[in-house]
């Protein structure tokens, strides 16, 4: 027996889920097909279960150091099944959260895999056959690999795996300055871990502004994290319970030895074994190519999330969900990723969006640069926040926002102002006209701004 329905999604990850609510609000009959749990790999192998960790991480870090706050306390120590058990609690309630969701929606979910039969016509292994009139793949994405002799046993880890470890390992060599490295960066050093992280390119983040991501190494530098960058890994070797690193650093040859092995390269799409190449859907480097309207090359057949490449990040995918469905089911809605913010939860943190200064004189712009430092900010000092500022990037003439860069507590929240604020085509007397309440973590954004139009009042 056939089951038929309107929209039918392959993955329930964040461009999935999304987009299957979307579609039943515009009164379609949708299902949805994921061999795992809802929310895809976001919530249960990467954002939700990392910042879990990442914020007992930093609570038990800064505990350390309570007597720079006046306060006392004793017997303070690591229960790491009671960190996990902390984990696994927050990424089951929101889990919960999305299931309940769907059923709201009426949205049917089968658990399974799917495969392709026909163009309309999906199987999902053990629970039958669906007639789809459109559909949506959102399969996401999976670790990339690194082609480094040496690199296996059960020492060595992905984003996935190092979520779950029964214990935690005494050193850590990161394979991978990224967003996924940085944060991992913190996170076991932190709890205590000796950590070394190696990075390829020049600085860490090598897509991020090169002035904050140099305050930011020097952060991890602080705090004890041994930074490569300019490094290539040769080769691994494993003896007697460790593993052994061989470094290709600017100055020559080094060794690194650890316990565990991180590889953070980032991650890839993820579309084998779906059969849909052999419908036509046209793959292109590496990914589902699809038009402005998240149509690939069969047309009733729409792709959203990691699977497509571009931004693999879960917001933007959650976006992509809602486009998608609206399309298949007759809208005219065109992706727009020109202001999409970038945020990596190191601590501090670090977001942007738009063009740095350099991209901006490439484009050919004139710019002007305004800082502001969290040292100066009132709230900061309060919390005891002070490392990384504020950075402005200004086309000169016109005034208009081409870029806004935060390292700092906070950033990752400060940053979607920002966003919004180049989404309306803000200029810099924009943020200058809008009050930013004091004493607050806002407010170097307009100060920030008052600096690039050449008249700051708490900096000089």
């Not at 039958?128 to 082609?147: D, E, N, R, W």
């Not at 100066?376 to 402005?392: F, Q, Y």
């Amino acid at each position: 027996m056939v089951e038929e329905t309107d929209l039918l999604i392959i993955g329930g990850g964040p461009a999935g889920y999304v987009g299957a609510i979307r579609g039943a609000q515009l009164g379609a009959k949708v299902t949805l097909v994921e061999k795992g749990e809802v929310g895809g790999v976001c919530l249960n192998q990467g954002c939700i279960p990392t910042k879990a960790l990442l914020s007992i991480a930093e609570l038990y870090h800064r505990l350390q150091s309570l007597s720079s706050f006046g306060l006392r306390a004793e017997g303070i120590s690591l229960d790491w099944d009671g960190v996990l058990k902390r984990k696994d609690w927050a990424v089951k309630r929101l889990v919960g959260g999305v299931k309940h969701l769907l059923r709201a929606r009426r949205v049917r979910l089968v658990e399974g895999v799917a495969r392709f039969l026909q163009p309309h016509l999906i199987e999902v292994e053990g629970k039958g056959k669906f007639k789809a009139k459109k559909i949506v793949v959102a399969t996401g994405s999976s670790p990339a690999q690194l082609p480094i002799a040496g690199l296996e046993g059960p020492g060595v880890l992905n984003s996935d795996s190092a979520l779950s470890l029964e214990q935690l390992p005494d050193s850590l060599l990161i394979i991978g300055g990224g967003g996924i490295g940085v944060e991992f960066s913190f996170i076991f050093r932190f709890f205590g871990c000796e950590v070394f992280l190696v990075e390829l390119m020049d600085h860490i983040l090598p897509r991020e502004d090169e002035e904050l991501c140099l305050q930011l190494e020097r952060v991890l530098r602080k705090e004890g994290v041994k930074v490569y960058t300019g490094t290539q890994v040769e080769e691994v070797s494993y003896k007697d319970g460790l593993y052994s690193a061989s470094l290709q650093t600017p100055t020559g040859g080094s060794k690194v030895t650890v316990e565990k092995i991180l590889l953070a390269p980032g991650r890839k799409p993820y579309f084998e074994g779906f059969g849909l190449e052999e419908m036509g859907i046209k793959i292109a480097d590496g990914a589902i190519g699809v038009n402005r309207l998240l149509q690939t090359s069969v047309p009733h057949i729409y792709a959203a999330g990691d699977v497509i490449g571009g931004y693999l990040l879960a917001y933007v995918a959650s976006r992509e969900g809602e486009i998608a469905a609206e399309n298949a089911l007759g809208g005219r809605v065109e992706v727009d990723h020109r202001f999409v913010p970038r945020c990596v939860f190191s601590r501090p943190e670090l977001a942007s969006v738009g063009v740095t200064a350099e991209e901006a004189a490439k484009l050919g712009y004139e710019v002007s640069i305004g800082r502001f430092p969290f040292a100066a900010n009132g709230k900061a000092i309060a919390e005891g926040e002070v490392e990384g500022s504020v950075k402005v990037v200004m086309e000169r003439k016109t005034e208009k926002i081409l870029g806004i860069h935060i390292l700092g507590p906070r950033a990752t929240d400060l940053i979607a102002e920002a966003a919004l604020a180049l989404q309306m085509e803000a200029k810099g007397s924009d943020f200058v006209r809008t009050f930013h309440p004091h004493p607050t973590l806002s407010e170097p954004l307009r100060e920030a701004s008052l600096a690039a139009l050449g008249r700051p009042l708490h900096i000089l």
